[in-house]
């Protein structure tokens, strides 16, 4: 069996690791790859979104399965491009990743089949925007309809911070072409969850619930980011919660999908806000999220490879079921100085051997120079912490968290408080992370 796997973040170092311990003889390639990938799989020198270059390296090694971990070359029409050479690969076809390149688009989806989703307007024009903004008030969300690296929701509990979105979006061009064209929805309140499916286009089947976090700071507070850590399962998790998802979420929208001739098949991920009303989206991706990938592919016991194998060759999942590992993981995200506003990059990073049974670090923004093994990104390390429960899990992330070390490094050691916390406040979870 030969895979390739397509990115080079914690993302991908989660799927190559899943991948090695559900088919422990299998030849593995990751492009680009990073170092931590590099000591479970053999690099390839081609960028993630070199989609030419990659189509013709699967030629020509014969791979048997390439999985994409990134949404910029599905975007990009990577899975149409394999498919029309015969290559066999698992992930949305350009069309469906819509539902995750333009929120617009996965919007008007989501209304026409009445999907539990907020209120939305969308604009192509600033002015008319900003009226809308002004007749509408605080507090909404803004978004960018285009792919912005999971930083183009901003939430905005004011009037004056929506119009400032709004500006930094469509006048001042933050995100470039991902802003010009712009939703805005209201507020929900509740809690986050995600929740990932695999599907073959007809049947969806979900993975573990999970929850990230997005600001870069304790307590909720700062910037957002792409990610500063997650745990899995998250509640609620049961299945008849899962149950209900699948049924008035993922499948309207997969059939939908396959109504306009882009059948999606690959990962779907549903990030969720549970309202008083009951689950409603916020927002749909094409692919695994980052990091919670981290934390729900380590409790995930059912072989992955077989049933994505089938995906990419266009057959069914059959009766599959993803069938979970007892116990819960927890991800803290390790990142660079500056993040998320920029990255420090070159610092040596002193890496101590942990325990495979407890700890799993996922290389997210590493490289090597000079043989050392160094900070190349704003999100540097992912720490992923199994345990028996979730404090355990939290523990043994935090523990090792702190054993890892590289000039500048911040981290939230408060990951997890919704459910660790009994008076829901992160301030009581635990201690910051001692300055480095």
């Known amino acids: 069996m030969r895979v390739l796997v397509v990115g080079s973040g914690g993302r991908e170092h989660a799927i190559v690791d899943k991948l090695r311990r559900d088919e422990p003889g299998a030849k593995l390639y990751a492009a680009p790859g990073n170092p931590g990938i590099a000591e479970l799989a053999q690099k390839v020198p081609l960028a993630a979104d070199d989609i030419d270059g990659l189509a013709g390296f699967a030629q020509r090694e014969s791979i048997d399965l390439t999985v994409v971990g990134p949404e910029v070359p599905l975007a990009a029409g990577i899975v149409d491009l394999f498919q029309s050479r015969g290559v066999p690969i698992l992930g949305p076809t350009r069309a469906a990743s819509r539902i995750e390149a333009s929120k617009a688009f996965a919007k008007r989806l989501m209304q026409e089949q009445e999907v539990p989703t907020a209120d939305f307007v969308t604009f192509t024009d600033a002015e008319t925007a900003l009226a809308h903004v002004r007749a509408l008030g605080g507090p909404l969300v803004v978004k960018a309809s285009g792919l912005a690296a999971g930083k183009g929701a901003i939430v905005c509990p004011t ?9 930094a979006l469509m006048v001042e061009n933050r ?14 309140e509740g809690m986050e969850v995600s929740v990932f499916f695999l599907t073959d286009g007809d049947r969806a089947v979900p993975l573990l619930t999970s ?39 993922a499948q309207p929208v997969l059939e939908a999908l396959a109504g306009e001739g882009c059948p999606y098949r690959g990962f779907l991920y549903a990030g969720l806000m549970l309202t008083v009303d009951g689950p409603r989206v916020v927002e749909f991706n094409c692919r695994l999220g980052d990091p919670e990938t981290q934390a729900v592919l380590p409790l995930t016991a059912s072989n992955l490879l077989e049933p994505m194998l089938a995906i990419a060759r266009g057959e069914g999942l059959g009766e599959w079921v993803a069938h979970p590992v007892p116990g819960a993981a927890l991800v803290t995200v ?16 002193e890496l101590p051997a942990m325990d495979p049974d407890t700890v799993r670090v996922y ?60 008076d829901r406040s992160p301030e009581s979870v635990s201690p910051a992370p001692p300055a480095s």
Do not use: C
Request: glycine share 16%; net charge negative; hydrophobic share 35%.
């Open 175 to 188: 995100f470039g072409d991902a802003g010009a064209e712009v939703v805005i929805e209201e507020f929900m």
């Open 159 to 167: 009037t004056e911070e929506a119009l400032a979105a709004v500006g």
């Open 211 to 249: 929850r990230d976090y997005k600001r870069v700071g304790e307590g909720d507070l700062g910037l957002n980011t792409g990610g500063m850590g997650a745990y899995s399962p998250a509640s609620p998790s049961d299945t008849e919660f899962l149950e209900d998802v699948r049924r008035t979420i």
């Open 334 to 349: 390790l990142a660079s100085a500056g993040y998320p506003e920029s990255s420090d990059r070159s610092r040596p990073i």
């Open 363 to 422: 290389h997210a923004g590493t490289a090597r120079e000079a043989g050392a093994l160094v900070s190349k990104g704003g999100r540097v390390l992912g720490v992923t912490g199994l345990g028996a429960n979730l404090e355990q899990a939290a523990r043994n992330s935090r523990e090792a968290a702190g054993r890892i070390h590289f000039d500048g490094v911040h981290w939230r050691g408060d990951i997890g408080w919704h459910e660790l916390s009994p």
